[in-house]
């Protein structure tokens, strides 16, 4: 009964012992696992304003234009970028009166790889008209507001959706065109310049 006894607490620990060893293993791949994650995980794209140019109605009926050309970067090496629909605002005042927006459509971009979206958009008459008065007096500040939502594709699995909330101030020279004083001027989240954009209510 004695030997019986000491093989019994002999077998005990040595299943607690594998069990301690199981979840050492355990944990140390869950780190592993971590550590791979974080290094891994893919960067947000990034929106460049590169270049503006405002113009005025051709007539007294006309509503003016607003040519635009933005630069959407993915800098991730391993993963895809899957987009939705894209809500590009331009705004003009502390109002932030909305002068013209346009939607560029869903668009699947390659890893490391940079695109051009280029378009022209028709401005309101109302918010045109001061914005065309500053203009012509002086530099101002066009506001820019984006919004969109995307999905990585990262080794032939696609991640969830996630919401993309970006603004600009873009300073506008006399003749229209936006300022060369930087070769792009990047979108950013949550800029303390700027208010609380009506896109986002």
């Avoid at 550590?35 to 794209?45: H, T």
């Avoid at 894209?86 to 109002?95: I, K, P, R």
């Avoid at 346009?102 to 699947?108: C, L, P």
């Avoid at 012509?136 to 696609?158: D, P, Q």
Wanted: glycine fraction near 6%; charged fraction near 20%.
């Amino acid at each position: 009964m004695k030997i019986n006894m000491q093989t019994f607490f002999s077998r005990k620990c040595k299943y607690q012992s594998f069990y301690i060893w199981l979840l050492k293993v355990i944990g140390l791949l869950g780190l592993v696992v971590l550590c791979l994650w974080l290094a891994l995980r893919p960067k947000s794209p990034s929106y460049s304003i590169v270049s503006i140019s405002v113009e005025q109605p051709s007539n007294s009926n006309g509503n003016g234009t607003i040519s635009y050309s933005l630069e959407v970067e993915n800098s991730n090496k391993d993963s895809s970028i899957y987009y939705d629909d894209t809500v590009l605002s331009f705004l003009y005042g502390e109002q932030e009166d909305e002068v013209g927006q346009t939607t560029i459509g869903a668009f699947h971009q390659e890893g490391s790889n940079t695109k051009d979206v280029s378009n022209t958009v028709n401005a309101k008459p109302r918010p045109m008209k001061p914005l065309m008065n500053a203009i012509s007096n002086a530099t101002t500040e066009l506001k820019v507001a984006l919004m969109t939502r995307y999905r990585y594709k990262t080794w032939g699995i696609k991640s969830q959706f996630h919401g993309l909330h970006l603004k600009g101030i873009l300073p506008i020279e006399s003749n229209g065109k936006l300022s060369g004083k930087n070769k792009k001027y990047p979108l950013h989240r949550n800029s303390n310049k700027l208010g609380r954009s009506k896109i986002w209510h």
